[in-house]
């Protein structure tokens, strides 16, 4: 399934959403805008980037008494699978390399890590 891509903003919000374990509401996720990714977004333009995603089903909103819970209608997985292989599609190789080489030089890959993608690697190249 295609999924669409977020700008850096709605997408900000989903990170929100996705990390929290439990539903949030527009006043929790306004919150961590400012303390967790020091974003200085008026409290409306937080309510109108979650009405969009709604809109376009990347949330679920049920009300809870006078306000609304959000949750995700697409997981991280999904949503990162679909924007991957769209950069895989448009850059080819290329995007993978760079990712790769980006997460290394930032240490953000562990030595487990790496042996997993190269398994993975091994196993397309025997199909």
């Known amino acids: 399934m295609k ?8 997408l900000t919000i989903m990170k929100i959403i996705w990390d929290a374990d ?8 306004y919150a961590q805008t400012k303390d ?3 974003k200085k ?3 409306q333009t937080v309510s109108t980037y979650i009405r969009s995603l709604v809109r376009r089903g990347f949330l679920h909103m049920k009300q809870a008494g006078r306000a609304y819970d959000y949750t995700p209608a697409i997981s991280e997985e999904a949503y ?3 924007i991957m292989g769209y950069m895989a599609d448009f850059w ?3 995007s993978l390399l760079c990712l790769a080489s980006n997460l290394r030089e930032n ?3 562990t ?3 790496i042996r997993e993608i190269e398994e993975i690697l091994d196993e397309s190249e025997q199909q």
């Open 3 to 10: 999924i669409e891509e977020l700008p850096i903003t709605e």
């Open 22 to 29: 439990r539903p949030m509401q527009l006043a929790d996720i």
């Open 36 to 38: 967790v990714y020091n």
């Open 41 to 43: 977004w008026q409290y």
């Open 80 to 82: 990162l699978e679909s």
């Open 92 to 94: 080819g190789k290329k």
């Open 107 to 109: 240490e953000q890959l």
């Open 111 to 113: 030595d487990e890590e």
